[in-house]
């Protein structure tokens, strides 16, 4: 929750509070005909009335919210507050408001604190006032329902906040290509990505550009039916639904698009399609993490720049040490303001194999900050063969810490600070999932 301008809309007396109370209390929704299905979020609702919790209910077992991880609880803005203290940020918080103004802004700084930056809050208030809307949407609260509220104009707000074409797409696209081919930028990929969804809890798509030799189904020991190849050849129909039924769920929170595992396919594509793609991938999920590959053609190359976030994995020779310098070149040149790409050198200290010592490697790309990935033939070509991530082998090595460091990195979201236990313990300890 960050605070934004909000432009002075100047409401007219009684023509202007007629809409505002149509708009914010879902008038005029009648049925859910038209409502798009929400994306892959996560949302966690703080209800203060037997009410609210029983439409929160109700909205969690609609179909349009097959895709949506739903927790509810009884309990008000003070209630999460303690809960996120010590638990990881959730998309959306949705939270019932009783109290007055000045308490509740009070209560929202606070919640603030303990939010990361990008979830969304919707606020349900008893109090029919727009200079308080006004104030709140200043402070970052994305939306505000005034009570009572009913399952339809709930769902029809949550869908516009997530699928209206004038919002910024919800997801954040990570980028993961190697500065030769076989550095193991694909199993960096794999593995933060992992992390992302299992640590953090937030929903990934793994998509698998390599169409000619990806891995991603090998890595998670996943054999779909369909893949990126259907979604190339189908380009013409390409849309949300159809994506879809193209997706593997490899768990609660991770779906892979994935490669296919013949060589039908050559990789001539048009740049348009994977553009298009990558919308859909975006508006489907939190985080999309991009598995390139090493291949320098007009559709990969736009795929990487046009990434929110770079990760350049390369191992500590001299041919990795040229393509790196060129593509940080490349980059930097056509990215302006945008955050540098991490490094990873991987695989160092092979035994008999000579290489540039890591800091000598990073000095002379004139940086300072790179992420050291030690070779361990043992571990990771066991994880390989057993379609298993690094860190469902290993969980406390320093190979696993280094992917969960690194998700944490990529996605901005940090550890909720710790507090101690107060009379809000019990009651989260009953958080239950809805859905």
């Keep these: 929750m960050s605070e934004q301008a909000l432009p002075n809309t100047g409401f007219e007396a009684d023509a202007d509070l007629q809409a505002f109370e149509q708009e914010f209390t879902g008038a005029g929704h009648d049925d859910l005909s038209e409502i798009r299905p929400l994306p892959r979020v996560s949302m966690h609702a703080f ?69 990361d930056v990008g979830t969304k809050v919707i606020l349900i208030g008893h109090i029919n006032d727009i200079q308080m809307y006004r104030d709140l949407t200043r402070r970052g609260v994305s939306e505000y329902i005034v009570a009572p509220v009913g399952q339809i104009e709930l769902i029809q707000a949550l869908s516009d906040l997530f699928t209206s074409p004038a919002n910024d797409p919800l997801g954040k696209s990570i980028a993961f290509i190697g500065a030769k081919g076989g550095v193991g930028s694909s199993t960096m990929a794999h593995n933060i990505g992992w992390s992302i969804s299992t640590r953090q809890q937030q929903d990934v798509i793994i998509s698998d550009f390599d169409v000619a030799f990806g891995t991603s189904g090998l890595d998670f020991n ?58 859909l991938l975006q508006n489907s999920a939190p985080y999309t993490v991009m ?33 790196v310098k060129n593509m940080l070149d490349l980059i930097n040149q056509e990215r302006h303001g945008d955050r540098p790409p991490r490094l990873i050198i991987n695989q160092t200290g ?44 290993s969980s406390g090595s320093k190979v696993a810490e280094l992917f969960d460091n690194l998700a944490k990195d990529v996605t901005g979201r940090s550890e909720a600070p710790k507090v101690s236990k107060s009379l809000f313990a019990p009651l989260l300890g009953k958080l239950k999932k809805s859905k």
């Excluded at 189908?234 to 490669?259: M, N, V, Y």
């Excluded at 320098?296 to 990434?307: P, R, T, V, Y």
């Excluded at 990073?362 to 690094?390: S, V």
Aim: charged share 25%.
């Design 47 to 115: 209800c203060e009335s037997p009410q609210i919790l029983s439409t929160i209910e109700a909205v969690a077992a609609d179909r349009r919210m097959a895709r949506v991880h739903v927790k509810a609880v009884s309990g008000g803005i003070q209630a999460a507050t303690e809960f996120f203290s010590e638990a990881p940020t959730p998309n959306l918080v949705l939270l019932e408001a009783n109290q007055d103004y000045e308490e509740l802004v009070q209560d929202l700084d606070r919640l603030a604190e303990v939010c």
């Design 291 to 323: 598995d390139l590959p090493h291949i320098w053609s007009g559709w990969n190359k736009g795929l990487l720049l046009g990434a929110d976030e770079i990760v350049i994995t390369a191992v500590p020779d001299l041919a990795n040490l040229r393509n």
């Design 222 to 279: 996943e054999d779909p039916p369909q893949t990126i190849a259907d979604a190339i050849k189908a380009a013409d129909r390409l849309d949300d639904q159809f994506l879809e039924r193209l997706l593997t769920k490899c768990s609660e929170r991770l779906s892979l698009l994935t490669a296919p595992a013949v060589l039908e396919n050559t990789c001539d594509y048009d740049g348009e399609f994977f553009t298009h793609l990558m919308e």
């Design 350 to 393: 092979m035994q008999k194999r000579p290489e540039i010592k890591p800091k000598d490697f990073a000095a002379a790309l004139d940086r300072d900050d790179f992420i050291e990935i030690p070779f361990d033939a043992a571990t990771f070509g066991l994880a390989a063969n057993n379609g298993q991530m690094i860190s469902e082998l």
